[in-house]
Structure formats: structure tokens, C-alpha cells
T-cell receptor, first 115, second 111 residues
């Protein structure tokens, strides 16, 4: 248990489905992140939230829609995904951006398979 | 911009062998440096960190020293175990910026 909880751990969805990934932390962190990890590719930063405000969107397709209702919760809403979106989606949290000597705390990830 | 380069894997070792995974970085200023480990089916876990030049981070028998003169943060362990098999990520973080990761190095330790 790392302090960052992601649900579900595994998700299989059809290309026409709508689903959501959830991330929760109670570490008192105020920055949260979504990463995508595909086989044989580097980690890809998708979205960053600082104090509930989105501060980074790395040209992510609109079929991925993040939501951060408070500093403890982060969602990734998925709709009309493609098979190439199959990957491990990792959530992370940290102290605010100006505290550079702090690393990130990661969740265990959601393994997404799009069929 | 900031960048991290680490050796490509996989690195395959026998149990009790000595491990080195090289990591070099490019960054302005004085970043903090990190090693993360990802075990199969899991997320990334912070393994160790160093926040200034000549600092040595250590944890679970792993060590890495922040070398500003060579812009390096190589990961070492004197005697690896099968349970150390995982993917290792080197990373840096500059003030006001996000964590920048290397590409990851897969370590496989055989009995």
C-alpha cells in the first residue's frame, strides 16, 4: 500500500464503452498526475493538476477526459477508445510543484485493455 | 530542457552478482535525483533519492551517488537477489518543474 489507491486494477472495455478510472490519495499532497505506460515505450505524462487546477495537458486526445474534484481525488473518464489505448494507467501525487526535492508517490495502476 | 538517459536493458545477472545501472542527466541548476523501481504488475516505488551534489542515497542495499561533475547518478548493489528483478527508472526534478524520467532498465536476476 503506497498511499495512492487506484481502481479498478484491471479493466476491459469495448471501443464504444464509457468508463472511468479513479485515483485517491490521503497523503496531504496537492498535485496529482496521470501517466500512460505502454509496452516498450517511455512513461508518458498525460495530465497534471495542482490544487485542483489542470496545469498540464500533453496533447492528449479528447477521448481521455480528466477530472479533479478535490486535492484527494482524480478521475480519468474514457470514451470511444482505440485498441492502441490499451496500457497501464498510473496515477501519482506529490507535494506542490515548487518542492523539487520531493518525488512522486504512485498508485499500482489500472491495466486497461480495449477490445 | 531537462533529460535523463539510462542504459537500455535488459540487464541479466546471476544471483549475488554486482549490479550497476548507469544514469546520466542534463539539467540547469541543481535538480534532485531519484531512482524508482517497478515490480511486475505494480506501479513505481521510490527506491532512493539525493538532493544535492555528493549526496548518497541508499535503500534495501542499493546505493547511488549524486555526481555533479559527471552529471551522473548510477545505481549499484553489491549482491543482487532474484527478488530484485524489476524495471528501474532514473529521474530528476528541478524546482518548479515536473519529474523527468529515463526510459527504464529491466533487470532480470537468475538463480
Amino acid at each position: 500500500e503506497t498511499g495512492v489507491t487506484q481502481t479498478p486494477r484491471h479493466l476491459v472495455m469495448g471501443m464504444t464503452n464509457k468508463k472511468s478510472l479513479k485515483c485517491e490519495q490521503h497523503l496531504g499532497h496537492n498535485a496529482m498526475y496521470w501517466y500512460k505506460q505502454s509496452a516498450k515505450k517511455p512513461l508518458e505524462l498525460m495530465f497534471v493538476y495542482n490544487f485542483k487546477e489542470q496545469t498540464e495537458n500533453n496533447s492528449v486526445p479528447s477521448r481521455f477526459s480528466p477530472e479533479c474534484p478535490n486535492s484527494s481525488h482524480l478521475f480519468l473518464h474514457l470514451h470511444t477508445l482505440q485498441p492502441e489505448d490499451s496500457a497501464l494507467y498510473l496515477c501519482a501525487s506529490s507535494q506542490s510543484q515548487d518542492k523539487a526535492n520531493y518525488g512522486y508517490t504512485f498508485g499500482s495502476g489500472t491495466r486497461l485493455t480495449v477490445v | 530542457g531537462d533529460s535523463v538517459t539510462q542504459m537500455e536493458g535488459p540487464v541479466t545477472l546471476s544471483e549475488e552478482a554486482f549490479l550497476t545501472i548507469n544514469c546520466t542527466y542534463t539539467a540547469t541548476g541543481y535538480p534532485s535525483l531519484f531512482w524508482y523501481v517497478q515490480y511486475p504488475g505494480e506501479g513505481l516505488q521510490l527506491l532512493l533519492k539525493a538532493t544535492k551534489a555528493d549526496d548518497k542515497g541508499s535503500n534495501k542495499g542499493f546505493e547511488a551517488t549524486y555526481r555533479k561533475e559527471t552529471t551522473s547518478f548510477h545505481l549499484e548493489k553489491g549482491s543482487v537477489q532474484v527478488s530484485d528483478s524489476a524495471v528501474y527508472f532514473c529521474a530528476l526534478r528541478n524546482a518548479g518543474n515536473m519529474l523527468t524520467f529515463g526510459g527504464g532498465t529491466r533487470l532480470m536476476v537468475k538463480p
